[in-house]
Structure formats: structure tokens, C-alpha cells
């Protein structure tokens, strides 16, 4: 189960001027509630959606601007360089994490992001962080056109349905920053739905980088019990007016209508019944977001996505723009439980945290798999459904193909995935891949003997490991993402969920320690100048 956002130009802000630049709001919507029913959350929150008020919000801009404008080396800051800034994600208990955009002579940057991170008062700095690792000097006049870089791109999809105009970019996601062609392709692969994004090289035509965004993987419920109330809004529609951007309905992206306010038969082949289960559970996730992690929608910024049902294929997918559910293998029910539909929507989230999708490669996308693993089991563990009782594998109810979990967390080597980070993760499939950050998260939440759960070991370390609760580990883990910088990596992942920790948990090293052993324990060991406790 596998995101599509191009890069775009953007207002060209100079550094010295960042003090009194303005805020660039990211889209969001209001909708009037006319539903009648709503998932019920099963715990509470711990005052964790605590957003900060508007004179705090005023203040992490004027004391991000100020900092990334005295900020020169660890930014890679060039004297060709302009920043502005194009959002504000609000984390766990009003953490603020500011985000720019970074130009290279106008240039869009890829990899160049620069994210500032405030407490809730906005008073003072936590952390400036950027994926770039080179101070930029280059020449951008393209001696490669346009037209070529697109027919060399077209040759990187079996089929090609679409192919937006070139953009000149400063591809700085590598130590070697490249002047490239970014070109935007949909179509498939020889498998699956494409979103593919080709970076080639302006001088010489060759292709340095892809990164494809598509990531695989009251009604009547087939897999959570009945009846189950979902919000839909009056005519009637499967439309949560309540979570703009969220909406069931077949491939043909339009939402499900009918006379009555009733949805479903509660059987594994019908897709309204799919449809009451992927509402249920997507509406289930925001509560979670909201009540465990402090986060508004999947966008961080308000915002949702549709679902579609009827996908005709084994498969469940995100595009960047919609989640996409088929069936299973055996044809008698749709892939829409609660850990599947978590899981697609934990891309959207990958994908609205911190730097975007983050880069290409196969330690990306195996962090980004595991992020859609890690909030399945946050769900369900929010939603507590005695239909569908917590756990840590994935995909059991639906046996996709007929051979039960295709993923354990405490232990992925079950299905011949590896528990422990090697040498050998950056040329791992994917969805393989995500094996050593499902097991932190696992040891980090449970740790190695949980009562009545699975047992679970360790790669390296002391052998006994207490968790600290799954709520807890899922806000470190938020934290994370919110600071994540490309290209994403296990290395970055650990630093920045130790910095997490210790913005949660400031009057406490419990929390960072568990943090920093459940890393060790899979073999992701301590980084020069990470913070310390």
C-alpha cells in the first residue's frame, strides 16, 4: 500500500528582509455541520490539541523570521538564496513548526526546505532544520531544453497519460546540488497508478532522481460492528461537511447520494458498505489526530481528502490527492478495515509533515509504509472497536492474499521482513523497509514484554525495554515527522524524535531515554551532536 504535489514557483522573499515579511496561509475551508452521527473517541486527550492564541502565533513568525535570518551555516545559505514562508503546522500541545520555502535565483529548491520550530508562546526557538547539504553555487542556464528532458522522462513510465510542462529547478536533496528539469508524469507503471516526478540533469540529460507519489497500499459496517454512526451531511451524502475535503464514494471520485440517511448492507462485496468503513475509519483517525496528537486533520492545516471504493485490483493506494481502496484476493471483501484505511491516510499525513514527501529511495519509502503501519495502530487503538481489537499487524481482517497479517510490528521478520537497521535498508523494497521503524515504534510503545500483548526482542542492547504507552509514542512520533527534512532517513528519524521527546516531556528523561533505547535496540545508533537529556 503505497503522494502528488509539484513543485511550484514561489515569492522570492531576501533574507534580510524575513523580519517583517507575511504569512502565507495554506488552503483550508469552513463547512456547515449538518450531519446527525459521529465516531465516538474512546479516550481522552490529555490536553494534547492545544493550539496556541493569535498574539502566540504572531510571535513563533517573528521569532522564526528572526532566526532564519541569523542562521547562515548550518542552512547552507548562499548569497543567491531568498525564503518564504508557506505554512504553519500546529503539532502536539501547540507545538509551532514554521515552514520555507527556499529559491536559488529564483529557482525553486528541491531538498532546500528550512523548517523553524517554536514553543507554543512562540517565544523561543527549538530547533531550525534543513535537508540541504551544500551551499549552492551553480550555473542555471540549462544547456539540455526542455523538450528533451520531458521525451527522457516519458521513457521512465510503461504508460504515460499526462505530462506537465518542465520546470528548471535546483534539485539539493544529494551532496552534489544539480541544476534539473523537474517533469511531472501520471500514468502506470507496469503494475500500478503512477504520479511520477523525473529530476533530469539540465547539462548533461541524464536522470538523477524519481520520486513517484503514489503510495500502495448510522451504516452498516462490514468490519466494525453495527450499526456504526459516520458524519455525512443532509440530501443525503457521504460527505463529511464537518472535515473538509473528506467524501466516499467509486471511482469516479463523487460521493455516494441517496434518499435516505442510512448507508450499507453490511456485506464484503457491496462498496457502500466499504464506504461506511472507510468513513468510519478516516473519521475515527482525525479524532485521533486531534485528541492523542494535537493535530488539525490529515493536513495539519484543517484540511482532508476524498476516498474512493471499487478499485479494481489487490491493492489500496494514496495518489497525493485521494486514497484508493480495491479488495482481496479472494474477491468477497473490500480493503477498507480500520489498519488499511489508517495506514493510506498515514501517507497523507507522511506527506503533509515537514518537508513533503521527503525524497526518493527505498529508506524513504520504507519510512513512509511504516508511517501508514504506525497510524493504522494508532486508531485502532483510539478507537478501541470491540469489532476490531487493537493490535500491532496489519492488514489481519482483510488477508489481502490469503495469508493473514501482511505486516508484524513486533516482530516483521514473521513475514521474513527485518527487524533490525542495516547497511542493506536503502536497497530494500519498500514496503520491507519498513520493518526497523515499526519495531521502534513497537518497543518504544510496549517495549519488549507488554501484558497481554506480544512479546518482542531487541537487535542490539539490553534486552529488557518498558514502554512508555502507545499516546505518548505516537506524539514523540508526530514530532518526528513535523520536523522531517529530505531525504528522510532512520538517522534523521532518531535525532528528530529525541528532539520531539524532549519538547513533550520537558521536565522528564524518561520519555527521550525510551526514545533513544528503542533506536539503539534495532540497531540505529547515536548521531554526533544529537541532543542529549
Request: hydrophobic share 35%.
Amino acid at each position: 500500500m503505497r503522494s502528488t504535489k509539484r513543485l511550484g514557483g514561489i515569492a522570492a522573499l531576501a533574507v534580510a528582509a524575513l523580519a517583517t515579511s507575511t504569512l502565507v496561509n495554506a488552503t483550508s475551508a469552513n463547512a456547515q455541520n449538518n450531519a446527525l452521527t459521529d465516531p465516538t473517541p474512546a479516550a481522552s486527550s490529555e490536553s494534547a490539541f492545544a493550539p496556541p492564541d493569535a498574539k502566540g502565533r504572531e510571535r513563533a513568525i517573528a521569532t522564526a523570521d528572526k532566526a532564519l535570518a541569523a542562521e547562515s551555516q548550518s542552512l547552507r545559505k548562499s548569497s543567491g538564496d531568498r525564503f518564504t514562508r508557506d505554512r504553519v503546522v500546529v503539532g502536539t500541545q501547540g507545538i509551532q513548526y514554521l515552514h520555507y520555502k527556499r529559491t536559488y535565483q529564483g529557482l525553486p529548491v528541491y531538498g532546500g526546505d528550512v523548517i523553524v520550530v517554536t514553543d507554543r508562546a512562540g517565544a523561543r526557538v527549538e530547533d531550525v532544520a534543513s535537508g540541504q547539504r551544500a551551499t549552492l553555487k551553480l550555473d542555471i542556464n540549462a544547456t539540455v531544453s526542455a523538450d528533451t528532458a520531458t521525451v527522457t522522462a516519458r521513457g521512465q513510465l510503461a504508460t504515460v497519460e499526462t505530462a506537465a510542462p518542465p520546470v528548471l529547478v535546483v534539485h539539493a536533496a544529494t551532496d552534489k546540488p544539480t541544476l534539473a528539469w523537474e517533469v511531472a508524469l501520471t500514468g502506470r507503471t507496469e503494475h500500478a497508478e503512477s504520479v511520477l516526478h523525473v529530476y533530469v540533469d539540465a547539462h548533461t540529460g541524464a536522470v538523477i532522481d524519481k520520486v513517484d507519489e503514489v503510495k500502495e497500499g448510522t451504516g452498516n459496517s462490514f468490519y466494525n460492528g453495527n450499526p456504526v454512526t459516520i458524519q455525512t451531511s443532509g440530501s443525503y451524502s457521504m460527505t463529511d461537511t464537518t472535515r473538509p475535503g473528506l467524501r466516499c464514494g467509486g471511482q469516479n471520485g463523487a460521493a455516494y447520494t441517496k434518499s435516505t440517511d442510512s448507508w450499507g448492507n453490511g456485506s464484503g462485496t457491496s462498496l457502500e458498505t466499504a464506504c461506511v468503513d472507510a468513513l468510519y475509519a478516516a473519521q475515527t483517525e482525525w479524532n485521533m489526530l486531534r485528541d492523542w496528537l494535537g493535530r488539525n486533520g490529515f493536513t495539519g492545516a484543517g484540511g482532508g481528502f476524498p476516498v474512493r471504493v471499487g478499485l479494481a485490483d489487490v491493492n489500496a493506494y494514496w495518489n497525493g490527492s485521494y486514497t484508493n481502496f480495491g479488495r482481496n484476493q479472494a474477491g468477497n471483501q473490500q480493503a477498507t478495515p480500520m489498519d488499511v484505511v489508517g495506514h493510506e491516510y498515514g501517507h497523507a499525513i507522511f506527506q503533509y509533515s515537514g518537508a513533503g514527501g521527503s525524497g526518493s529511495g527505498n529508506e524513504t519509502g520504507g519510512l513512509n509504509e511504516s508511517t501508514g503501519d504506525i497510524f493504522g495502530a494508532l486508531t485502532e487503538h483510539y478507537a478501541a472497536n470491540r469489532s476490531d481489537t487493537p493490535d500491532y499487524t496489519v492488514g489481519e481482517e482483510v488477508d489481502l492474499v490469503g495469508q493473514g497479517p501482511i505486516r508484524y510490528m513486533y516482530d516483521p521478520s514473521t513475514v521474513g521482513d527485518p527487524n533490525c537497521y542495516s547497511s542493506a535498508i536503502p536497497r530494500t523494497e519498500v514496503h520491507s523497509a519498513a520493518g526497523p521503524q515499526n519495531h521502534w515504534f513497537y518497543l518504544l510503545a510496549e517495549g519488549t514484554n507488554p501484558a497481554g500483548k506480544p512479546a518482542s526482542t531487541v537487535c542490539s542492547g539490553p534486552a529488557q525495554l518498558t514502554g512508555i504507552g502507545i499516546q505518548k509514542a505516537g506524539r514523540i512520533f508526530q514530532a518526528g515527522l513535523n520536523g522531517k527534512t529530505i531525504p528522510w532517513t532512520h538517522a534523521k528519524a532518531r535525532v528528530a524524535t529525541l528532539k520531539g521527546a524532549k519538547a513533550l516531556f520537558p521536565g522528564s528523561c524518561t520519555e527521550f531515554n525510551a526514545v533513544k533505547a528503542a533506536w539503539s535496540a534495532v540497531n540505529v545508533p547515536a548521531r554526533a551532536g544529537e541532543p542529549t537529556c
